[in-house]
């Protein structure tokens, strides 16, 4: 372990596969700050729950943010503990056996307890780290939430301590007898694109050009 490592804890250790753990800061941060969607669970009323919700991250700060109303969030907000998974297909791994197919992925899992931003000033800036996340310069363009808009929303933020990443590259291994069959065998690489953007049926471009004009 290096110093800029998460520290293992009992619920990070890795167990199955440990040679594909990552404890490093850089690699974590690259793969919370790549992925728009994370899934959170926890426990609500003795059953397992689980929400895929949008989530941004500020230095060793995790946050997501949701509806006030919803139960998940709340039972959070009141101290459940939650288990949250973010990951990336990089592709499918095509074995010659069907025993050894695999995926090529990166993930994480952060585990811990929340507290409620209850600020304005704060979730106001939360509100524009996470716009400007998912489009640089957009938070300057649009109208920003006002007071029973932030009212309504519920801001959890976490600090990032039990903390792991679990990271499958490379080919398929396969049994060594099998490599003499005759069956293609390698990765189908897998990534997302943004496609060109399509205007909203009510967009009125004559308040657009106004805007850039004035």
Same mark, same amino acid.
């Given at each position: 372990? %290096?110093?800029?490592?998460?520290?293992?804890?009992?619920?990070?250790? +890795?167990? $199955?596969?440990?040679? &594909?753990?990552?404890?490093?800061?850089?690699?974590?941060?690259?793969?919370?700050?790549?992925? @728009?969607?994370?899934?959170?669970?926890?426990?609500?009323?003795?059953?397992?729950?689980? @929400?895929?919700?949008?989530?941004?991250?500020?230095?060793?700060?995790?946050?997501?943010?949701?509806?006030?109303?919803?139960?998940?969030?709340? !039972?959070?907000?009141?101290?459940?503990?939650?288990?949250?998974?973010? /990951?990336?297909?990089?592709?499918?791994? +095509? !074995? &010659?056996?069907?025993?050894?197919?695999? !995926?090529?992925? &990166?993930?994480?899992?952060?585990?811990?307890?929340?507290?409620?931003?209850?600020?304005? /000033?704060?979730?106001?800036?939360?509100?524009?780290?996470?716009?400007?996340?998912?489009?640089?310069? $957009?938070?300057?363009?649009? $109208?920003?939430?006002?007071?029973?808009?932030?009212?309504?929303?519920?801001?959890?933020?976490?600090? +990032?301590?039990?903390?792991?990443?679990?990271?499958?590259?490379?080919?398929?291994?396969?049994?060594?007898?099998?490599? !003499?069959?005759?069956?293609?065998?390698?990765?189908?690489?897998? &990534?997302?694109?943004?496609?060109?953007?399509?205007?909203?049926?009510?967009?009125?471009?004559?308040?657009?050009?106004?805007?850039? %004009?004035?």
């Amino acid at each position: 372990m %290096s110093e800029t490592d998460y520290d293992i804890q009992p619920q990070t250790k +890795m167990v $199955r596969g440990p040679k &594909r753990a990552s404890y490093d800061r850089e690699t974590v941060h690259r793969i919370i700050d790549e992925a @728009i969607i994370c899934h959170v669970s926890t426990v609500l009323d003795g059953r397992p729950v689980m @929400i895929p919700t949008a989530h941004w991250r500020v230095g060793e700060q995790f946050y997501i943010h949701g509806s006030s109303k919803n139960r998940v969030l709340g !039972a959070i907000a009141d101290g459940a503990e939650a288990c949250i998974c973010i /990951t990336h297909l990089d592709g499918l791994v +095509m !074995a &010659r056996s069907a025993f050894h197919h695999s !995926a090529n992925y &990166r993930s994480v899992v952060i585990y811990g307890k929340a507290r409620v931003m209850e600020d304005d /000033t704060a979730k106001m800036e939360q509100s524009a780290v996470f716009v400007e996340k998912l489009a640089k310069g $957009r938070w300057d363009t649009i $109208r920003h939430p006002n007071k029973q808009e932030l009212k309504a929303t519920m801001f959890l933020e976490f600090d +990032m301590e039990a903390v792991s990443a679990k990271i499958r590259t490379g080919d398929p291994v396969d049994d060594e007898e099998d490599y !003499a069959l005759p069956v293609w065998a390698g990765v189908l690489p897998c &990534r997302t694109v943004w496609d060109a953007p399509i205007d909203d049926s009510r967009l009125d471009r004559s308040l657009l050009a106004d805007a850039t %004009s004035a």
